[in-house]
Structure formats: structure tokens, C-alpha cells
């Protein structure tokens, strides 16, 4: 099973972006997604998460600009960040529990993808 978050760059302040997190492999079901980030000398904070049947969280920070969403035919989860800060400048990382195949055996687990940089700057 890999997740691969996609999308990252960089976006001006007041800019808009959107990243994507495919999930793929022996999969059965995915229940809850998430997005993480992680600022340069910051620990990892909660972005967005959202269930399996499209309720959603979100940190703080980000409420109001930012909109997380998913397609379970897909399993494939977004975020779209909008009037960005210099402040949301981080790593992203997508996060989900998968139920997968694994050698034979049908197993829930948490996977983490590779982040994705996102910089907000003039």
C-alpha cells in the first residue's frame, strides 16, 4: 500500500493551491484521511481530516481557507488551500487508515505518505 501526496510548490501570499493523496495497492477500505504539516523547527500539527463519509475536522489555523475533500471510488483525498499565508509554509503529509490485503490476511493499518513542500512567498 503507498499514499502519494502530489501538488506542492510554490504560491504567493493570498494564493491558492491544491494538493491531491492517492492511495494504491491491495485495498479493501479506507476509513478516516488526514493532512499533517510540519514547519522548519515546528512540530507536526493536524491540517484537515475527514471520515469515510465526508465529516470533517479542521486545525485551527487553516478553518475557514482551507477545504479538505475525498472520492472513496478513488481513494483519493485533496486539500484546497486558499488566501495562504507565509504561515502555511510547511511539509505536508497525507495520513489514512487503510484496510488492506496483506499476505493473504485482510488488515487495518495507519499509513503515512512522503510530504510534500509548500512555500508561501512574494
Known amino acids: 500500500v503507498q499514499l502519494q501526496a502530489s501538488g506542492g510548490g510554490l504560491v504567493q501570499p493570498g494564493g491558492s493551491l491544491r494538493l491531491s493523496c492517492a492511495a494504491s495497492?491491495?485495498?479493501?477500505?479506507?476509513?478516516?484521511m488526514g493532512w499533517y504539516r510540519q514547519a522548519p523547527g515546528k512540530q507536526r500539527e493536524l491540517v484537515a481530516t475527514i471520515t469515510n463519509s465526508g465529516n470533517t475536522n479542521y486545525g485551527d489555523s487553516v478553518r475557514g481557507r482551507f477545504t479538505i475533500s475525498r472520492d472513496n471510488a478513488k481513494n483519493t483525498m485533496w486539500l484546497q488551500m486558499n488566501s495562504m499565508k507565509p504561515e502555511d509554509t510547511a511539509v505536508y503529509y497525507c495520513?489514512?487508515?487503510?484496510?488492506?490485503?496483506?499476505?493473504?490476511?485482510?488488515?487495518?493499518?495507519?499509513?503515512w505518505g512522503l510530504g510534500t513542500l509548500v512555500t508561501v512567498s512574494s
Open positions: 495497492g491491495s485495498i479493501f477500505g479506507i476509513n478516516d
Open positions: 495520513q489514512a487508515v487503510i484496510g488492506a490485503h496483506l499476505m493473504g490476511v485482510r488488515r487495518w493499518s495507519d499509513y
